[in-house]
């Protein structure tokens, strides 16, 4: 009897089917799925998540229903939410978490609770209407990115059907997390949500848990925030003395001063930066690129090698670049920092190179800046020529 196996006999049996050189051809490992957002968007949703943990509210279901309706709400001041939304949040108590938000001057029609499940009933968010002091200062297009990964992570298979104290903890979970799944627990996450971390690693939303560090899953990897953090295998942590020693930090006193002295347009520039909700910066950092001055230092040539390599997995990175440059002055009302624009795009490199990458962008005119002032970066002759730019002055 033969003993030959068919390529439909070997797929049966879970057998790999063998070449014509009779050896067995190994599947490629499947891609990872992308992230729902880009580093600038996980910060906004970060932003999102601090406003809801900063309300006066009683419970985990009114803080999780609130911050469903925020992002809405975020644009206009007012969110549009059905009751059949309503009842797939899947709160303990719908009428006590409405009340709550009641209690906080929010506007919630009655027809949320008891009117036609399908229809949209407006809620009126106080705070959240249009203009420079607002929270959740989005734009369009990142209000509804965030919008979308909220509903994708509270629907996550791992915390579906679990309660919403659960819910809302993979949320700030997720968000905290960098694109190597590692996190820190952030301290305004709700007590209540800090008590079920241990659940989020039983129901395998989360891979790691030790005290207040974290490893997401991979399983939920395209719902991270993409947070840097210090535990990731690219560059390591900068530690203050590095940072002071390669670039003296400035103080509250030298940025008061600095403004002071600056030109009205370029205070304006370092004040959008400054307040970018978006961002969301450390004041002294902001200070520290705007008012000090940081020494050239050639690329060694272990730094020009490694960019080389990198260029070369890359023949799009100009195009990929400016159009970035463009889509994040609508969001933020300002350029992207070196860092901003190879997080953004999912460039992983280390500071040297990073620096490198840009100034060949600027060199090549894919960019241009207006150096030395940081947070410049926009299309340049050669992203213009090729139809990418930014929109004209209204």
Known sequence: MSKTVTTATANAVGTAPATAAGTTAAAAPPEPPPFLLTAPQGGAARTLLSYAAALPLPSPDARLLALVIAIRAARTGIGNITGMDLRALRLTDSAEAVAALRGLGWQVPGPLLDGEPDIPVPVTVPGLTDGPERPLPFGKFMRSRVSGWTARTLNSKPVKKTAPVMRLAALFVAAHTSPELNGTVPDELPEACRAVLPDLLGRGFLAELAGDRYRLDPGVRH??????????????????????????????????????????????HAEAVEHCAVCALPVERVATAFAATRPSVPAPRSVRAAYET???????????????????????????????????????LSRNVRTLVVEQLLAEGWLTDTAPVPWTLRPGKAAQAAGIALPAPR
């Open 310 to 348: 990198w260029q070369e997995k890359h023949p799009d990175r100009g195009p990929l670049a400016a159009r970035f440059t463009v889509a994040f002055r609508a969001e933020h009302g300002h350029g992207p920092s070196y860092t901003q624009l190879c997080a953004g795009l999912g460039w992983k």
């Open 223 to 268: 719902l991270a925030g993409q947070l840097p953090h210090p535990d990731d295998q690219g560059e390591p942590a900068v530690v203050p003395s590095q940072r002071a020693a390669a670039w003296p930090e400035v103080g509250p006193d030298e940025w008061v001063k600095w403004k002071a002295d600056a030109t009205p347009a370029l205070r304006r």
